[in-house]
C-alpha cells in the first residue's frame, strides 16, 4: 500500500518537473503523452535498458547513472541524423529507495535535458526485488527521407570517426584498478570518458546531408563497423595509425602496445562512426570548425566481404583478443 | 561472452520477425527506428513495466505475459482515443533463459499484433540477475486536438463505463484460491478476465469525438474515477446498482455483498471508464450496436470535490476496506 503511495508521490514530487515544457506530457498526470511531429519529419525512436550490476555499478553516482542512460539514446538518436526531442523513462527500483537517490537521479537528468533540448513526456514507476532497472525510449525528429542509417554504405567510402577512440574502454579498466603506471590527471580523464560519455547530438542531425551510413560506437570501433560492413554487404580496410586517440591512450599504447585491442573492440565511446564519398572531404572541415569537434578518416569501404586492420608498416594486424568479433 | 551473442540472436531469432511488417524498423538491425505520422494526427506515447513477481506470477504462461504486457499498454492508447501503430519492448531476463520461453513469448506478442494491429519497431534485450523485467512502450495515432484526457470532464456529466467491472479483481482472487464457493465454469471465467484483459481499442478511438474525459480502469474503479475528478477539478456520484457485473461476479456479490468494495476498488479491468454530456446517451446506443460492447452509465460528475457512492436505497456507501484510496 505505501509502495502505490510512493510511486505517485515520486512522480509527481521528482519527474513532473521535468515534463513542465512540453504540455502534451499533461504533467505526467494522464494515460500517455500526446505529442506533434513538425511537417516533413520522421519520427526516430530508440530504447535503451541499464541494469545495475551489468551497465552500472551500485555505488555510480545517481545523477551519473541518470545521465548514463540519456546519453546512450541520444547518442542512437544521433547516429540517425536526427535531433533529440522526448523521452519517456521506466524505473523498477527496490522498495525504499530514498528520497535523495531519487533528487539526485532527476537532477541528472535535469542538467541532460537543458543540454540536449530533450524532455520528459511519460514513463512508469515501479518496485523490483531485484537490482535496479532503467529503461528510456527516446524520441527524435529527422527530415522524412533524411534519416542515416547502417545499411548505406557505398563501395570506396571514406570511413569516419568523430572525436577520441578507446578513452571509455580504457576508463573503464582504470575505474575498476586495472591500469597501471597511469598519472592521477590521465586516470581521472578516461573514467570520466567512460562515466560521462558525450553523444554527438549537435554532429549527427549535420550529417544526415552528407554521409551514406553511420552507427554509434557502442559495441566497440571494428564491432560496430562490423555492423555497417554486415547490412551494407560490403567490407572494410582501417589504418591503426589514423585512429585518432587521445593524450592520455596515446601514453599508455606507447608503453604497452596491446592496448591497442583494447582501443580497437573495447566499447561505449558513443562517438559516431560513419561513410561517405570524397566529396564529404571539405564539409568536413566546415563541421570541424562549427562544431568544434575531431572528424577523421580511418579508413576505406571495400567489396570484399570482411575487415582487414592494417598498421604502420602496412601489414595485416590481428587483434589478439578475441578478434573482432567481441561479443 | 555468451550472453551478447545470445542478444544478437535474440533478436534476429525471435523479435526481428515480428518487425517485418513496418520498414522503418529496419528488421531491428539500426540504432534506431524511423517512423512517419500521418497528416493530420498527432502521436500518443506511453510506457508500462511489468516485473516478475510484482506483476505477474513466475510459472505464468509466457504467451500470456506477453499478452498482458502488449494489452496494459493498448488499453492506455485506447484511453486517450488512439489507435494502436508501433511499440518498443525492453527486456531484461536472466542469463539461461529458454529459447522454449522466448518462442512462446514472440508467438503471444505476434497474436495480439495481428488482433490489435501493432508492429514491434524497437527494443533492447538485456541480461538481469534478478527478476523478469519488461517494459513496453506503445505508440498510436490520433487526430490532432483529439485526444481524450483525464482532465476534461464537465460538471453534469454522465459517468459511464464499458464492459464488466470488477472481473479481473476477483479473478485474481480465484487465481490465488481465495474465493471459496464458485463453480469451476465461474473460477475460469474470472481468471482470465484476470491474466488476459481485453483493451478497448476499437472503441477508444470511436470516443474521441464524442467524450470529455477518459481513462482506463487500471487501479480500479473509484480510483481512476479520482484520478479523473483530481483533474477536472470536479466530484462524483455513482450508484451501485448501476455497475454492471458480469453472471459471476452477481453470484459472488449476492452470497457475500462485501465483494462489493472490491469490484468498487480492485483494479486490473482494462476497461474505460469516461464522462460525457447527455446528447452522448444516443452515441452510446449506435456504438453498442456497431462495436458489440456494453456501454454502461454509472453516475454523474458534480461540482463537490468527491466521489460519493450510493446503495441501493439511496444511501451512502462507505468502502470498509481501506475506502476508495486504496493505494
Keep these: 500500500?505505501?509502495?502505490?503511495?510512493?510511486?505517485?508521490?515520486?512522480?509527481?514530487?521528482?519527474?513532473?518537473?521535468?515534463?513542465?515544457?512540453?504540455?502534451?506530457?499533461?504533467?505526467?498526470?494522464?494515460?500517455?503523452?500526446?505529442?506533434?511531429?513538425?511537417?516533413?519529419?520522421?519520427?526516430?525512436?530508440?530504447?535503451?535498458?541499464?541494469?545495475?550490476?551489468?551497465?552500472?555499478?551500485?555505488?555510480?553516482?545517481?545523477?551519473?547513472?541518470?545521465?548514463?542512460?540519456?546519453?546512450?539514446?541520444?547518442?542512437?538518436?544521433?547516429?540517425?541524423?536526427?535531433?533529440?526531442?522526448?523521452?519517456?523513462?521506466?524505473?523498477?527500483?527496490?522498495?525504499?529507495?530514498?528520497?535523495?537517490?531519487?533528487?539526485?537521479?532527476?537532477?541528472?537528468?535535469?542538467?541532460?535535458?537543458?543540454?540536449?533540448?530533450?524532455?520528459?513526456?511519460?514513463?512508469?514507476?515501479?518496485?523490483?526485488?531485484?537490482?535496479?532497472?532503467?529503461?528510456?525510449?527516446?524520441?527524435?525528429?529527422?527530415?522524412?527521407?533524411?534519416?542515416i542509417s547502417r545499411g548505406g554504405a557505398k563501395l570506396g567510402d571514406d570511413i569516419w570517426v568523430s572525436g577520441l577512440i578507446g578513452d571509455a574502454a580504457l576508463g573503464l579498466r582504470a575505474a575498476t584498478g586495472k591500469l597501471s603506471s597511469i598519472s592521477e590527471e590521465n586516470k581521472k580523464y578516461l573514467i570520466s570518458r567512460y562515466t560521462k560519455p558525450a553523444p554527438q547530438t549537435l554532429l549527427g542531425p549535420k550529417l544526415s546531408n552528407h554521409v551514406n551510413s553511420a552507427i554509434d560506437i557502442s559495441d566497440g570501433l571494428v564491432g560496430d563497423l562490423d555492423h555497417i560492413c554486415e547490412t551494407s554487404k560490403l567490407g572494410a580496410d582501417i589504418q591503426i595509425t589514423d585512429i585518432p586517440l587521445s593524450r592520455a591512450a596515446n601514453i599508455l599504447v606507447t608503453e604497452k602496445p596491446d592496448y591497442i585491442d583494447l582501443i580497437l573492440s573495447g566499447g561505449d565511446d558513443f562517438e559516431l562512426l560513419f561513410t561517405a564519398d570524397k566529396s564529404f572531404r571539405a564539409v568536413a572541415k566546415s563541421l570541424t570548425e562549427m562544431l568544434d569537434v575531431n572528424l577523421t578518416k580511418i579508413g576505406v569501404m571495400v567489396c570484399r566481404r570482411s575487415i582487414e586492420i592494417f598498421d604502420e608498416n602496412g601489414n595485416k594486424y590481428v587483434i589478439k583478443n578475441n578478434g573482432y568479433t567481441h561479443f
Excluded: C
Aim: proline residues 3%; without cysteine.
Design 1 to 147: 500500500m505505501t509502495r502505490k503511495l510512493g510511486e505517485f508521490e515520486i512522480i509527481k514530487t521528482y519527474f513532473a518537473p521535468l515534463s513542465q515544457s512540453e504540455k502534451g506530457s499533461f504533467n505526467l498526470t494522464d494515460d500517455a503523452a500526446v505529442i506533434d511531429i513538425p511537417d516533413g519529419m520522421s519520427m526516430v525512436v530508440t530504447t535503451d535498458t541499464l541494469v545495475e550490476g551489468v551497465h552500472f555499478l551500485s555505488d555510480d553516482l545517481p545523477e551519473n547513472i541518470a545521465k548514463k542512460l540519456l546519453r546512450v539514446s541520444l547518442s542512437d538518436l544521433a547516429a540517425m541524423g536526427s535531433v533529440p526531442a522526448f523521452y519517456n523513462l521506466s524505473i523498477a527500483t527496490k522498495i525504499g529507495t530514498t528520497s535523495d537517490w531519487f533528487r539526485a537521479f532527476a537532477g541528472g537528468l535535469l542538467a541532460d535535458q537543458i543540454q540536449f533540448g530533450i524532455t520528459l513526456i511519460g514513463g512508469d514507476t515501479v518496485a523490483t526485488s531485484g537490482p535496479l532497472t532503467l529503461s528510456l525510449t527516446a524520441m527524435g525528429f529527422v527530415a522524412k527521407g533524411k534519416a
